[in-house]
């Protein structure tokens, strides 16, 4: 794989030293994180045949185990992304260790209250543990959203690798922010009453679900839903948003990635400014997507049940982004034919053969 989707190029184009030199520089709190919330996965995925107890019909290990997941995935993507040669180093080194210490916190929270067999999140008991834990997410979570921010902020105006890949960065970042930020919306949904996994009653203050008619204290988030995800099929859900929002920079710089791979085979991918619009288009279209799933479960309307709005809606969707790549296809196929075959490629355009 070209070095370009992992550090900045060195002059002399030597690719074992780049790599060298980016592993090196690999942000460690948060690679600590990242070996944590994997043994974490593992773990809950051998408790989850062994323990039987549920909690809203699903294992007590599911929720650490989607947690520990997400947090992995996107502190390596934090780790590389804080690698790279960029301004404000020193600040963005301070941010990641704190999303990371905050983050390990709020997750170690979960595992604690999944071992317990009750609730972590909305619970309204008030036993000393889960008081004392939910004093922690109140400042864990905005503090994991401010050092998101302020790294986004601060990357954001710097191009830190070639133009598709900072595209990429850009746009992912932006998407993530939303992400989290819609997260917050979860607290507003009203009250539920459910039943930890000894079967006594637990009041939470707030859920994921959006469902109208359900009644006051209508346990949402116990009703029908989607096989691993648990996304409800009987209303809307905003763990589908903040789930897009959150991992839309991974999905892009795998766009990024896959583009340069395909770019020796494809003259008019060569250019940068190809790729890089190609990458813009599908960064515009993934928030479209996300704007679409955030409007869905507003509406009370599950994921796997669209409506003829929502359907019209994505088909307007996917006809703009195909439209848009075809405008870019042909303006691009065009250059290339008119190109020079001697004129070198772009430097991150791996070579073949």
């Keep these: 794989m070209s070095t370009t989707y ?40 051998a408790a989850m045949p062994i323990d039987d107890r549920t909690l809203l019909g699903e294992s007590v290990w599911l929720k650490p185990m989607k947690f520990g997941l997400a947090f992995a995935l996107y502190s390596l993507t934090l ?6 040669p960029h301004k404000g180093s020193r600040v963005t080194w301070w941010l990641g260790s704190v ?13 604690l209250q999944a071992a317990r067999g009750t609730f972590s999140h909305f619970n309204t008991e008030d036993d000393p543990v889960n008081s004392i834990g939910q004093m922690v ?36 970042l932006a998407l993530a922010v939303a992400g989290m930020a819609l997260g917050y919306l979860m607290g507003f949904t009203g009250k539920q009453l459910v039943r930890d996994s000894d079967g006594r009653i637990v009041e939470l203050a707030a859920g994921h679900t959006v469902l109208s008619g359900a009644g006051d204290l209508a ?16 209303g809307g859900d905003l763990r589908v948003p903040h789930f897009v929002g959150l991992h ?7 766009v990024a990635v896959a583009l340069a791979w395909l770019a020796p085979r494809y003259r008019w991918l060569r250019p940068e400014r190809a790729r890089a619009a190609v990458v813009g288009v599908l960064a515009a279209g993934y928030a479209g997507l996300l704007a679409l799933v955030f409007w869905q479960a507003m509406r009370g309307q599950s994921l796997v049940h669209p409506d003829t709005a929502t359907w019209s809606a994505g088909c307007g969707l996917a006809a703009t982004v195909v439209a848009l790549l075809a405008a ?17 490629v772009s430097a991150d355009v791996p070579r073949h053969g």
Excluded: C
Excluded at 99 to 111: K, M, N, Q
Excluded at 141 to 161: C, D, E, H, K
């Design 328 to 344: 870019v296809y042909l303006r691009h196929r065009d250059r290339a034919a008119h190109a020079n075959p001697a004129d070198p």
């Design 79 to 84: 780790a590389w992304l804080l690698s790279l």
């Design 6 to 45: 992992f550090a900045t190029a060195p002059e002399d184009g030597s690719r074992a030293s780049a790599k060298t030199a980016t592993r090196g520089r690999l942000h460690r709190p948060l690679l600590g994180t990242v070996a944590a919330m994997t043994a974490l996965v593992l773990f809950s995925l």
């Design 99 to 111: 999303f990371a210490v905050t983050g390990f916190i709020d997750v170690g929270f979960i595992v």
């Design 137 to 172: 997410f109140a400042s864990g979570v905005p503090g994991l959203f401010l050092a998101n921010l302020l790294i986004v902020l601060i990357l954001s105006w710097q191009r830190l690798v070639d133009r598709p890949t900072a595209r990429a960065v850009h746009a992912g």
């Design 248 to 254: 839309g920079i991974q999905v892009l710089l795998l």
């Design 219 to 234: 346990a949402r988030d116990a009703m029908r839903g989607m096989p691993i995800t648990h996304w409800s099929t009987v």
